[in-house]
């Protein structure tokens, strides 16, 4: 069994501020992690992904994730928030051999101007 | 365009009338699955599709069903709605047999209400 467990259910943060989304797992196997980012009234979009390989990865819109195995965390990180990222942050796991992606509760995070 | 549609986009019903929600990409994915969100819940998986006739519960699948027999379709089936299945409804779609390594892409969504 696989799970996700997003910390924080709302993180308020002043614009131009650095912003870290928190998201642990828990799997019995080895993991691909993912962030969706949902905009206002709109479907999920894919913001970046870790499959295997460097445990830093980019994804668009200037975030970044980091992989840490031994504390079984996929924190979501960006240096300088704009209001347009305004949105409802979903971190996601699927384990080896399975063909379910669990979704966590997801992170609203408002962008202070 | 690559994409994943769903229909309709909103929907209103009463307790116990049958009705389906379409969904449908044109990637030519194996793979296809329906979520349902709630406040506060995050997405939950309610069925997935690992291609044409295979089909397999997910978190959440009391209530629904749902059939695979193109590849692009996946209809999800709501035999007798009631209240708690009022939500809002995604598709989603990816390539890749043995699972989901690729970007999995969403459709646009449905918002259901059960009266």
């Known amino acids: 069994a696989q799970s996700v467990t997003q910390l924080d259910s709302q993180v308020p943060v002043f614009e131009e501020a650095p912003v870290e989304l928190r998201c642990n797992y828990s799997s019995s196997v080895s993991v691909y992690l993912f962030w969706y980012v949902q905009y206002p009234n709109q479907g999920l979009q894919l913001l970046l992904k870790?499959?295997?390989?460097?445990?830093l990865v980019k994804g668009i819109n200037g975030f970044e994730a980091e992989f840490n195995k031994s504390q079984t965390s996929f924190h979501l990180r960006k240096p300088s928030v704009h209001i347009s990222d305004t949105a409802e942050y979903f971190c996601?796991?699927?384990?080896?051999?399975?063909?379910?992606?669990?979704f966590g509760k997801g992170t609203k995070l408002s962008v202070i101007p | 365009e690559a994409q994943v549609t769903q229909n309709p986009r909103y929907l209103i019903t009463v307790t116990g009338k049958k009705l389906t929600v379409t969904c449908s990409q044109n990637?030519?994915?194996?793979?296809m699955s329906w979520y349902r969100q709630d406040p506060g819940l995050g997405l939950r998986q309610i069925y997935y599709?690992?291609?044409?006739?295979?089909?397999d519960k997910g978190d959440v699948p009391e209530g629904y069903k749902v059939s695979r027999k193109e590849k692009r379709n996946f209809p999800l089936i709501l035999e007798s709605p009631s209240p708690n299945q009022t939500s809002l409804y995604f598709c989603a779609s990816n390539s890749g047999q043995g699972g989901i390594v690729n970007e999995q892409f969403f459709g646009p969504g449905t918002r259901l209400t059960v009266l």
């Open positions: 599709s690992m291609n044409v006739e295979v089909t």
């Open positions: 990637m030519n994915h194996e793979y």
């Open positions: 870790y499959l295997s390989g460097s445990t």
């Open positions: 996601a796991v699927k384990g080896a051999g399975s063909y379910q992606l669990t």
